[in-house]
């Protein structure tokens, strides 16, 4: 094709475009029809996902933490916890949120003594007590009358996870029963060493 | 500039007055590209009218310049033109359709290019539609299709020389 063809062409093709422009009727329809949209229709939707999705997590959440470990939610109840206690929250609110859960999960293990295998209980009963580890070590990097209130709450908390544990002996299977005894002991063995070591900071803190 | 930054920013805010302005300015150019893609001056006005509308709802996600603004709002009717055509397997039957154009506003030679046209490559047939119908840049052409200048430039060449091969065929079937 040479130039004088080219530029012919594109000529027509540049009259033949001026020649096209929408009536004043077809104009109007479209802008009727463009701008009877609803106004954010974009933004309204994303906030209607938004809000759906934190209605279901929270739906699911509160599910989660009603489920006893072995109904179907329970995994999202240990992943809740889990991700509550990767957050970076102040330490002293992390000690206190690991007794929390400590706590729960031993007293779980005595809820379902009497009906689960051993390998489950016993797999609650280590995950709370990882957790009081855990919540004495978090306790280590505090202040010392802030140390001493933690390690005050987490001896009381054990103190009750042990009270739960023997109230359910008499109703656990055997093989729990033994469980149930064996962690009982080392909890209230745990909550005495914590006490006399609070007991010791706050003599401590007296005498500085 | 088509679209000036501080317009298309209100635009993106939601200022509907800003949507409007830009609207009037470009809904010919889009029109017209849709008008060369469409079987009647009513379907332009479809596609054209729903490229707007897109438009509108993605326009807070639109990153570009104001310069930039046309080519992005081209990209949507290609998009809606593409759709449109899959969505009612037209296309096959837009390139043989004899006819197409309405009669009362088409002239003669509008018909002829119009058919030619709808004989080409859909890449080719928007390239030369969005330079020498529509009159945007290379750059604008480029940004309308996600393509190079040269690229844009290389399809201009081969659309033309394609176009030039149909019209040859035309002229011998035609009476103009």
Redesign the interface.
């Known amino acids: 094709m040479n130039d004088d063809v080219e530029r012919t062409l594109v000529a027509r093709l540049e009259a033949a475009g001026r020649g096209v422009d929408p009536a004043s009727g077809a104009w109007a329809r479209a802008r009727a029809r463009v701008f009877a949209a609803q106004p954010q229709r974009s933004h309204a939707r994303w906030f209607a996902v938004v809000a759906a999705t934190l209605a279901l997590m929270i739906v699911f959440s509160a599910a989660a933490y009603a489920s006893p470990p072995d109904g179907p939610l329970f995994a999202l109840q240990r992943g809740l916890d889990r991700t509550l206690l990767a957050l970076p929250l102040p330490s002293e609110v992390h000690a206190r949120a690991q007794v929390g859960v400590g706590e729960r999960r031993i007293v779980q293990a005595a809820q379902v003594s009497s009906r689960s295998s051993a390998d489950v209980v016993s797999d609650l009963l280590d995950e709370g007590s990882a957790y009081y580890r855990g919540a004495r070590t978090t306790a280590g990097t505090l202040r010392a009358d802030v140390r001493a209130q933690i390690l005050r709450d987490l001896a009381h908390s054990e103190r009750s996870a042990a009270d739960a544990l023997r109230e359910s002996i008499p109703s656990a299977t055997q093989k729990n029963q033994q469980l149930l005894e064996q962690h009982e002991g080392e909890l209230n063995d745990g909550a005495y060493d914590d006490e006399q070591r609070s007991e010791n900071e706050g003599e401590h803190e007296g005498n500085n | 500039v088509p679209a000036d930054a501080v317009r298309l920013d209100a635009a993106r805010r939601?200022d509907?007055t800003a949507f409007?302005s830009i609207?009037e300015e470009l809904?010919?150019k889009v029109?017209?590209f849709a008008?060369?893609h469409s079987h009647s001056?009513?379907d332009?006005?479809d596609a054209?009218?729903e490229a707007?509308?897109r438009a509108?709802?993605?326009i807070?996600g639109f990153r570009g310049t104001a310069e930039q603004f046309p080519g992005w709002i081209m990209r949507i009717a290609r998009n809606v033109i593409i759709d449109r055509a899959r969505s009612t397997r037209r296309t096959a039957q837009m390139v043989a359709d004899p006819v197409g154009p309405d009669p009362a506003?088409d002239?003669d030679?509008?018909v002829v290019?119009?058919q030619a046209l709808g004989r080409l490559r859909e890449e080719q047939r928007s390239v030369?539609?969005l330079r020498?119908?529509?009159?945007l840049s290379a750059r604008e052409v480029g940004a309308a299709m996600a393509k190079t200048e040269g690229a844009v430039e290389q399809l201009q060449h081969r659309g033309?020389?394609s176009?030039?091969r149909e019209?040859g065929e035309t002229r011998e079937g035609t009476t103009r």
């Open positions: 939601g509907r409007a609207y809904y010919p029109y017209r008008y060369f001056a009513a332009a006005e054209a009218a707007f509308l509108l709802e993605h807070r506003t002239a030679d509008r290019l119009r030369l539609v020498f119908m529509v009159g033309l020389a176009l030039a019209l």
